[in-house]
């Protein structure tokens, strides 16, 4: 006997969690006799979700898969709230909506019809990308320091399917605690962890490791845009830790949309900067990025100039 109602709502934009909401749902209802039915909302035409809910010459239980419904035009939007309110006889509706009011009057009749509504929020803040990794590895069944967490959202964590894909990767390759070493070994050259370690060295005042890593970097390939955006993010994060009051790195973090390590690195490198310093390292990196967008000669020389200026200014007193 399946588990799941007869209309299923998967709603919120982030893919991967739409996605599995979807695979496990189908596993629930899943029979031998089942056919799995699905319809775009791209080339959804009138009449084609009612030609698919009706009874199948050969019995058997179907699952009718609605994707995109926020992306919907008129027709599909009309005939999906009319077979939600029509009611369905041994078919499992499966409605995916990212976000948006497009598709209000289905989504009102399927509440009305209590769907079972599974959630797909967006995986956007580091906190929330930290609190996604930490919960891969727990489900898995491995556990993972916050220094190993925090390297792999540094070095992976602008997509968070690579990011899962990255977990399993390291969940499938290596066996006991997941450390940070463990992710320098296999991401430590990822064009996002070279940034953050240039952005570590230039903001703790080291210029000679942080160009050393930048020109690296540099010569391996990688675009100097990138990095001035990694100095542009850790510099502001230090500013807004430095002004945010005390508290508690957990509580703090809440407040501030970080991840609760961020916090306690920002917090490490606030305590040799004051407001007038950070503020010009700020505008050199704000130089910098419209050098490297085009507006200057010379990209590379724009981000070591910008990382002279973060290392001097941490090193003044």
């Known amino acids: 006997m399946s588990r799941v109602t007869p209309y299923v709502l998967i709603k919120g934009p982030e893919q991967v969690l739409?996605?599995?909401?979807?695979?496990?749902?189908?596993?629930?209802?899943r029979r031998v006799d089942t056919e799995v039915i699905r319809l775009s909302a791209e080339t959804y035409q009138r009449g084609d979700l009612q030609v698919h809910a009706s009874p199948s010459l050969f019995g058997g239980h179907k699952v009718l898969v609605v994707q995109d419904l926020d992306e919907a035009g008129d027709d599909l939007i009309d005939d999906l709230t009319s077979l939600v309110k029509e009611g369905v006889d041994d078919i499992t509706l499966i409605v995916l909506h990212k976000s948006g009011n497009r598709g209000k009057r289905a989504l009102d009749a399927l509440k009305a019809?209590?769907?079972?509504?599974?959630?797909a929020p967006e995986i956007k803040t580091d906190r929330a990308k930290s609190d996604f990794v930490t919960n891969e590895f727990r489900v898995a069944g491995r556990k993972a320091t916050p220094d190993a967490v925090r390297s792999l959202v540094e070095a992976v964590g602008k997509d968070v399917r690579e990011l899962a894909a990255a977990c399993q990767q390291l969940v499938d390759d290596t066996s006991g605690l997941i450390d940070a070493d463990v992710v320098e070994t296999y991401h430590g050259g990822r064009v996002e962890a070279t940034g953050f370690r240039v952005a570590d060295a230039a903001i703790a005042g080291d210029a000679g490791a942080a160009l050393t890593l930048l020109r690296h970097a540099v010569a391996a390939g990688v675009d100097p845009v990138p990095i001035v955006a990694v100095l542009a993010s850790q510099l502001r994060q230090v500013a807004r830790v430095a002004t945010a009051g005390g508290g508690n790195s957990q509580a703090l973090a809440g407040r501030l949309g970080m991840a609760p390590w961020q916090v306690d690195r920002a917090r490490k490198a606030a305590s040799g900067w004051d407001g007038a310093r950070l503020g010009r390292a700020i505008q050199a990196v704000a130089a910098a990025d419209f050098d490297v967008k085009g507006g200057g000669r010379d990209p590379v020389f724009a981000v070591e100039k910008a990382v002279r200026v973060i290392a001097t200014e941490r090193n003044a007193r």
């Open 18 to 29: 739409a996605d599995r909401a979807l695979a496990a749902t189908l596993e629930d209802v």
């Open 113 to 119: 019809a209590k769907a079972r509504v599974i959630e």
